[in-house]
């Protein structure tokens, strides 16, 4: 992402009404190289594309609501846009993403106050300054502890329930046939490989959006994560996972062979999943992709429930769990948890499997109760 770009979409998007021009143009011109700072440090740590581009627009957003520079908001606004975001029925995990970007963003600020110089104020000697200098404030972090949504378990749905491997079977199959009828098979068998390798390997949407041809070791039957997720703001992680489950090797074969190979600039785009116009596919694309194919079932009298992509990422781990639960570490690693208890909050085992392992463990107990013999 060039810098170019991120100061259109800074001056854009973030407007103070003043009664002095000029000391005005200077605040803004401050208030941009701020974060214009925070986002190279968040590329100097290596986060991928999407991540800055999402942190830049929450704080673009945040700026505009607020209708403040960064050096002037204090808690009590942050609380209003906390308020304002939950009055907009937002998901508390989308409300703790946007509430964590803003924290991380002060972090940085309070550590860096320095602003930024230019490549001419460098050239021409100019001292460095500091915000809380310059402008006469206290730099605060305007995040309170005590509001800041935590990360649990509950913030699911307890309703939300993973597609079953009955309903997935259908679905895949459905996905087949329909690519062999329709006037657009091409577009048909990528999205059939494509949802078969999310399923498959359990890996996250953007993870299997960024691979390329290349990236497929068919002779090892593994795939390299290249864009994995990093955990706490670390950056993008890479990683191994096999390939080798669902008959995935074959699937992805025919795909290369008989697909891929003709969507437009096949030869000349390395990703794996091109659009139509031969670009690699979006992260809407793929989304609507699937909400257009579960639709398209239900017209053809296929019952399924609605699932996403990360729905398919936890029918990956809870079907793989409810085989063995034994394997939940093998599971940790290729989902990319650094933490089992993050696997563990993922899984959605049956109320079948549920009920054979209480089945399981009572049977066995009880059995040992009755093999003891009271003392004569």
């Not at 986060?47 to 957003?61: D, E, K, M, S």
């Not at 300054?129 to 800041?148: A, H, M, N, T």
């Not at 979006?282 to 399924?304: E, G, M, V, Y």
Request: one cysteine or more; proline letters at 4%.
């Amino acid at each position: 992402m060039k810098n170019s770009g991120l100061k259109l979409l800074i001056n854009d998007s973030f407007e103070i009404n003043s009664v002095d021009c000029r000391q005005d143009e200077e605040k803004k011109y401050d208030h941009e190289k701020v974060l214009l700072h925070y986002i190279q440090s968040r590329t100097l740590r290596n986060h991928t594309q999407n991540t800055i581009y999402n942190a830049l627009r929450v704080l673009n957003g945040f700026a505009t609501a607020v209708r403040k520079f960064w050096w002037e908001i204090r808690i009590p606004d942050v609380n209003e846009y906390h308020q304002a975001l939950i009055d907009r029925g937002l998901a508390i995990s989308t409300i703790r993403g946007y509430i964590n970007i803003i924290n991380n963003f002060y972090e940085f600020l309070l550590n860096h106050p320095e602003i930024p110089q230019t490549v001419l104020e460098m050239n021409a000697g100019k001292s460095v300054e500091r915000i809380d200098w310059k402008y006469g404030v206290k730099l605060i972090q305007p995040v309170d502890s005590w509001f800041k949504p935590t990360h649990v378990s509950d913030d699911l749905p307890t309703d939300r329930v993973i597609p079953t491997i009955e309903e997935l079977r259908t679905f895949f199959s459905f996905i087949r046939k329909y690519a062999e009828e329709s006037t657009k098979p091409l577009v048909y068998q990528r999205d059939y490989a494509l949802f078969r390798l999310i399923y498959g390997t359990g890996i996250r949407m953007n993870e299997c959006r960024m691979l390329d041809v290349g990236d497929l070791i068919f002779n090892y039957g593994t795939i390299h994560v290249r864009f994995g997720k990093g955990t706490k703001g670390s950056g993008r992680r890479e990683r191994y996972v096999p390939m080798v489950l669902h008959g995935l090797p074959q699937v992805l074969e025919i795909y290369l062979k008989h697909c891929r190979s003709q969507f437009p600039c096949a030869n000349q785009d390395p990703a794996l999943f091109l659009s139509e116009r031969g670009e690699r596919m979006s992260l809407a694309s793929i989304k609507q992709r699937l909400l257009a194919l579960q639709n398209l079932a239900r017209n053809n009298d296929i019952s399924i429930r609605q699932f996403s992509c990360h729905d398919l990422r936890r029918a990956f781990a809870t079907h793989l769990y409810e085989r063995d639960p034994r394997k939940i570490e093998p599971i940790r690693h290729m989902l990319g948890h650094s933490m089992l208890a993050t696997t563990q909050r993922y899984l959605r085992p049956s109320s079948k499997f549920m009920e054979e392992q209480l089945q399981s463990l009572t049977s066995g107990h009880l059995i040992r109760l009755l093999e003891v013999k009271p003392d004569a």
